[in-house]
Every structure is written in structure tokens, then in C-alpha cells.
């Protein structure tokens, strides 16, 4: 059964900073892009950042650019999210997600494997 379980969330006050894991397992996704997704009260789900397979390219929203830090660890079968400067805005639920397309990109239906989700929630 493949599992992607993320780790690292909670809370934490306004300009600090958590770092997320999601480890995988059931399956090796070294040869697949990665993401992060995030889903706040009452707003949909957007991409935060992505991470191809590779490492080579990589995406980020805007409103996270300079802040966020994705990267991952094939060896590990491991994807981390580093969040740094963190705003109140960036309080919601943050799920990885795992692709089996062969492209890349960051829209939510090419995400084939999805985790629970963890929270982080950012105090002002």
C-alpha cells in the first residue's frame, strides 16, 4: 500500500519557521515529481511549491518565493517543504502529494497520491 505520511507541522509565531517532511512509502517515487499543497478554512486547494524528479527544476507560488524551500531525498524516498519567515496567511493544512505523469507540473489533478496533511498554524 502506498503511504505518503507528512511530519512537522504545529504552531509557531509570525517570522518563524518549521520544516515538513513526507515520507513515502509502498513504492519508490525517485523518478516522479513532488509537491506540497496547502488548503486553508473555506479556500481551496493551491500548490505551494514542486520539485521535480530529479531536483532540477522547481516551482514555487508567489507568495511563498524567497520564504519556502523544497527539496527532496531519493535515497530516502523523502520530500521536505523548509519554511522560513512565516506569516499568519501561511496557517493551513499542508499536504504532499506525488505524481506518476511523466511532465511536470503543479495542477492538483496530475497528483496521482496524496498524504493526510499536517497542520501548521502561524500566530501573529
Known amino acids: 500500500q502506498v503511504q505518503l505520511v507528512e511530519s512537522g507541522g504545529g504552531l509557531v509565531q509570525a517570522g518563524g519557521s518549521l520544516r515538513l517532511s513526507c515520507a513515502a512509502s509502498?513504492?519508490?517515487?525517485?523518478?516522479?515529481?513532488m509537491g506540497w499543497f496547502r488548503q486553508a478554512p473555506g479556500k481551496e486547494r493551491e500548490a505551494v511549491a514542486g520539485i521535480s524528479w530529479n531536483g532540477g527544476n522547481t516551482y514555487y507560488a508567489d507568495s511563498v518565493k524567497g520564504r519556502f524551500t523544497i527539496s527532496r531525498d531519493n535515497a530516502k524516498n523523502t520530500v521536505y517543504l523548509q519554511m522560513n519567515s512565516l506569516k499568519p496567511e501561511d496557517t493551513a493544512v499542508y499536504y504532499c502529494?506525488?505524481?506518476?505523469?511523466?511532465?511536470?507540473?503543479?495542477?492538483?489533478?496530475?497528483?496521482?497520491?496524496w498524504g493526510q496533511g499536517t497542520q501548521v498554524t502561524v500566530s501573529s
Open positions: 502529494a506525488a505524481s506518476l505523469e511523466t511532465g511536470w507540473g503543479m495542477a492538483i489533478p496530475s497528483y496521482d497520491y
Open positions: 509502498g513504492r519508490t517515487f525517485s523518478s516522479n515529481a
